[in-house]
Each structure stands twice: as structure tokens, then as C-alpha cells.
């Protein structure tokens, strides 16, 4: 299953894309819980009909808290034999939706145990609202409410999620489409609850031409901004590993969002990133 | 039926325990701490088929009942005061969204400063978002009307509130006539809602995006929801009536009120003192009365009206503020009486109010004495 056509996201949005591929990579039905956001406000309309699969929409920070009760339910009717599918559920966020507003009923929901999905559809700032600044704002990147760049680094919101000794957690972008769709049928294999986040860009607030939507993709992994790879069951794994690790300096230079860095910017935004990498393949090397 | 001694928490229970909802989520606050203890007991013991979400929060235990109830099963829960208040962002998520969920408030204060005793603040906060409102007098109230508010929310896509008083009703133990489960059953039926987000063939949006060329239409809905509700009340009750002799609830509940010269309106358990007071002061040939309102959203004004208007002087007693403007309680039923009406505020934060007060505020009225003013009793 995909989305199907009429959206109104921003042309060469990379949210649509993401939807599909997860939708796509299994064959269960599914539910999908909304947070408030880009996608839910272009692809919601009564009139359209673009969401081949049932969905909840409810407020902006609740969408794991509202999966919770959907899963409930669905074990109470599935107990009385009053439902015999295997239903997938699906939460999906943005940034703001998961590590800021969000957090805590993701926190609840992944502690209680829920069998649920969650993807995090990152691109870094409050996109829906004019692109102001978010925890998963990057370090120096000039956003609405931080024009003059942002003054700290991102939250971790991987090793917050790991915190919870859920089974299955996997980071995904679209460098890499097959491994976001195999991550996302793992995701829904997995009993219990389980993380996706993937990296969604934004051609509006990160500031970059369209035809650079790959381009600006690859360079995240290329430059180990966004590595791919998952945790399972606590155990490390990156999925693929960059060609040839390349300075972020590349990545940072292609979007107008981090204009005027100064060669110290740079060089804090490549330690941080060094630093990031060389846990990873501690991490996943230790295995 | 049987008798049992029962606080208005536990009246919930047993009244949940006999509705069998399928997912309850909670989260403890005083002084409603009781009802999701006392199903997660139920559970433990087998004596329910549901379950019960202990959540991490009230925002949560709400959004969570949003999810169960849009997919298509009971849902219910149970809060307080800071609760609602926390809750709030999701109460007109839920009417909107037309799901029939049933919720207990233990009525307390709201903070600042923080105070864990009875006072309308926190429902009446959300009183205009779409909500059903029940405010009971005692436990007995707390247990039928659980089955009436559920059935009448049902029948009108609406959720409802069973408000008992924090303290007092949520604490004191009564003598509760507690139904056979058979009757209840066949009293409250199945639970069928047409849309639900199981239905993967016709896959639907709960909760869609709407411009100005829509929004106006889903709340005008509501609207019309509240007004059906208004007239199915007393069906509901009727048949609930012949089911259950002696057991009559309407919207609103005289007290001597007939030929009464002197009325006071007010609602939940400060009723009982003042059902008391109107007794001795007929004693002494003046003639008091009492109007009590039970069913508080939708608002039955033409009840109050025809209850009110032979009266020469009326009282409202609120047990919640509406500061810089006119009471809650007082507000609607100034809109049903032309005459001498006077607003009073009392017991907030759980302050006692004592017979002699109340004795005093009909002895004003005799004295004509009124004004535009908002009286505290303190």
C-alpha cells in the first residue's frame, strides 16, 4: 500500500516518500496514528482521500498515547474473537512530534509496552509552522527562532528511545530506500514497541534545490550526519556504511539554512559528528 | 437488587464493573485514586473482560481513550481537578471526534494555591466544550446515572461527565442500591458504533483537516447533538424508571420548589444541607424551596424556567468562579428567571458552609436584599 495521489505537501517532499515506503513493507493492515503536522494538515481534508488505511488524528503531542488505546482495544477485541486480523499499528511524527511535544506520552507508550510502530520523520525544525527551531535542530543551523544559529546540538532522541529497552529501534533516510522499507517490515515484526527515524528533508527551511533532494541525502551518510543502522534487541548494527567518509563541510555548504558558519562552526560540527560516528562503530564493532 | 455501603468511587466501580467496558485508561489523582484502583482489583480478580491502561499522565489517559473509543469499543475514565485541567487540550478533541466516552471528576480546586478539597473550578472549565455534564448529590446518584449518561452519550455521539463532589461524595460511605447485572446489561445493550478505525475496507480518517468552508458545519453538529441529547434525557430516564422502580432522575429535581416564594438553585451535594434547611424553615412557615440541577450540559433551561417561575426571589449558589464575570451556574439560570436574583459563590476549596448560612441566604432574599454583585460565604 501507498499514499495515494493528491497530497499537498510542498513539491519534492520527501514525507510523502518515506509514508509509502513504510506502508509498502508489509502486508497486514495497518492504523496509522497522526501527529499534528506537515502531513496530516495536506493530507487529511474530509474530501480527499489519500490514506489507504484508517488513521487517527488527535492533537500534536499525543499520537503514541493514542496508539496506546487503539492497541488496547484492538488485544481486548482480538481476545473476545471479535477481531481476528493481525493489524499493524503505525504512529507518525515529526521531530516536534516525537522529541519535543511528544516525548512523554512516547516515553509512556514505549515503557507500557504497547505493540506499536513508531516513525519519527526528522527534518530538523517545526516545519508546518514556518520552520522554527526544535531539539532535533542541528548545531549552528539558522532556523525562524534562531536566526542567528542555533547555540546547542541536537537530543539524542535514539539513545533516549534505547533508554527503554524496546526490541527494535533503526535509523533510515532516503540515501537508502530498500533498507528503510526492510528496517520498517522489522519494525512491524517486532513484538513490542519499536523506533524508526528517519531523516526527511526539507526543501523550503533547509534551503536547497530541488534536484539536490538525493544529493543532500547521500551526503548525510556520506558524511556520517545521519548513518544508517539499527539497535536490536540492544545489539548495534550499522546497516551500511559510507563509500568513503567525506567532511561535513560538504553537507553543511549545499543548504542555505547554514549560511555564514565560520571555520570553528564547522570544525565543532565535525567533532560532534566524529565523535557521534566513532561511538557508532564502537557500538556496532563491540558485537 | 441489593444494598451496599459505598463511597461514590466505588459506586463508579460497580457501576464500570457491570458496564465492562473494554479498555479503561488512568491515571491516579485525588481524590478519584479510587476507581482505577478499584477496577485494576476487578481485573486481577477476573470479575471484568477489559483493560486498564495505567498511563503516564491525564493528557495521555485521555488521547489514549480517544484511540480505544474510535476504534469501535467502551471506553471510560476517571479524573480530578490538575487532571482535567492537564486533560483539557483532548476534551474537545473527543466531543469533536463524537465518541461516546464516559468520564468520572471527582470535582476538586484547580491551582494556585494547590488544594485538594471539593469545588466545581475544574469541570466547569470545560463546560462548553461539547461534553455532557452530570453533577450528582450522593453515591446512588454516582451509580445510575453511570448508566443513564453512558446510554443518553451513546445515543447522541457525545462523551459525558459524571461529576461527584471530591471529599464528600467521592469519600462518604451510603447505602447504594446496587442492580442485578442482568438488568444492566439489558438496560445499557451493546455498544455498535457505525464508524470505527477497524474498518479497513472503507478506511477512514478520524480527526480530518478542515477549512473555513467546513469547520463551522462539525460544530454546529455538536450543537445539535446537545439539543437531541436534551430531549432523549427523559426517554433514557423513563425507561430506566420502568426497569427500576423508585429510580426517577430528571435534568433537574424540585425541593419544595412548587410554591415556594423563595428558591435556591444549586447543584451536586450541598443539595442535601440545603434540602435540610428548606424543611426547617417551612417548619417556621416560610417558604423555602430547593432546585436542584442534575443534568448541567446540555443546560435544560426550559426546566428551570417552568420550576422557577412562580418564585418571588431566587439564589444561586455556585461552587466555582468565573472571575470578572458572573458565576457559571448563576449565568444559565439568569438566562430562565426575570425577577430578584442573586449570585452567591461558595465552598471553594472544600470551605464548609453551614445551615445557618444557608438559612441567612434566604432570609435575604425575604429582605429584598439583593444587588449585581458576586457574594462570597466564607
Known sequence: ?287 | MKVKALNGQQAAVEALRQIDPEVIPAYPITPTTGIPEGYSKLISENKVSGTLINVESEHSALSACVGASSTGVRTATATASQGLMYMSEVIPVVSGLRLPILMYVGNRAISAPINIHCDHSDSMSVRDQGWIQIYCEKAQEVYDLSFIGLKLAEQVKLPVMICMDGFITTHTLEPVKIESDVKIEKFVGEFRPKNTLIDFKKPKVFGTFTMPDEYIDYKENEEIAMKNALQLYDNINMQYNRLFDNKFYPKVSHYKTRYADYVIVAMSSVCGLIKDVVDELRGEGFKAGLLKVRLYRPFPYKDVEDALKNAKGVVVLDRSASFGSKPPLFSDVKNCFIGSIQSYVFGLGGRDITKEDIKEVFKKMERKDYDHTVRYIR
Open chain 1, 1 to 287: 500500500m501507498k499514499l495515494n495521489p493528491g497530497y499537498k505537501t510542498c513539491i519534492g517532499c520527501a514525507e510523502p516518500i518515506i509514508v509509502s515506503q513504510v506502508l509498502d513493507s508489509i502486508e497486514n493492515p495497518i492504523i496509522v496514528s497522526l501527529a499534528t503536522g506537515c502531513l496530516e494538515v495536506a493530507s487529511t481534508k474530509p474530501s480527499d482521500k489519500i490514506w489507504p488505511v484508517p488513521v487517527i488524528h488527535s492533537t500534536f503531542g499525543n499520537s503514541a498515547a493514542t496508539i496506546s488505546g487503539v492497541e488496547s482495544a484492538i488485544k481486548v477485541l482480538q481476545k473476545k474473537g471479535q477481531l481476528k486480523k493481525d493489524v499493524k499499528l503505525l504512529v507518525i511524527a515529526g521531530d516536534g512530534g516525537t522529541l519535543d511535544i511528544g516525548l512523554q506520552a512516547l516515553s509512556g507508550a514505549l515503557e507500557r509496552n504497547h505493540d506499536f510502530v513508531f516513525l519519527c520523520m526528522d527534518n530538523g525544525a517545526y516545519m508546518n509552522t514556518g520552520g522554527q527551531r526544535s531539539s532535533a535542530s542541528p548545531y549552528k543551523v539558522k532556523t525562524s527562532t534562531t536566526p542567528s544559529g542555533k547555540i546547542t546540538f541536537r537530543k539524542d532522541i535514539i539513545e533516549i528511545v534505547k533508554a527503554h529497552n524496546i526490541p527494535y529501534i533503526a535509523q533510515a533516510s532516503l540515501a537508502d530506500l530498500d533498507d528503510l522499507k526492510r528496517k520498517a517490515k522489522k519494525a512491524f515484526e517486532s513484538k513490542g514497541p519499536a523506533f524508526i527515524n528517519v531523516m526527511s528533508p526539507c526543501i523550503r527551511f533547509w534551503k536547497f534545490d530541488m534536484i539536490h533532494l538525493r544529493k543532500v541525502s547521500d551526503l548525510s551518510l556520506n558524511t556520517c550526519f545521519w548513518p544508517l543502522y539499527e539497535i536490536e534487541n540492544g545489539i548495534y548494527n550499522i546497516t551500511r556504511k559510507p563509500d568513503k567518509k567525506i567532511p561535513i563541510k560538504d553537507f553543511l555548504e549545499i543548504q542555505k539554512r547554514f549560511s555564514d558558519l565560520t571555520s570553528e562552526d564547522i570544525l565543532e560540527i565535525q567533532k560532534y559528528v566524529d565523535k557521534k560516528w566513532d561511538y557508532l562503530v564502537s557500538m556496532s564493532d563491540n558485537n
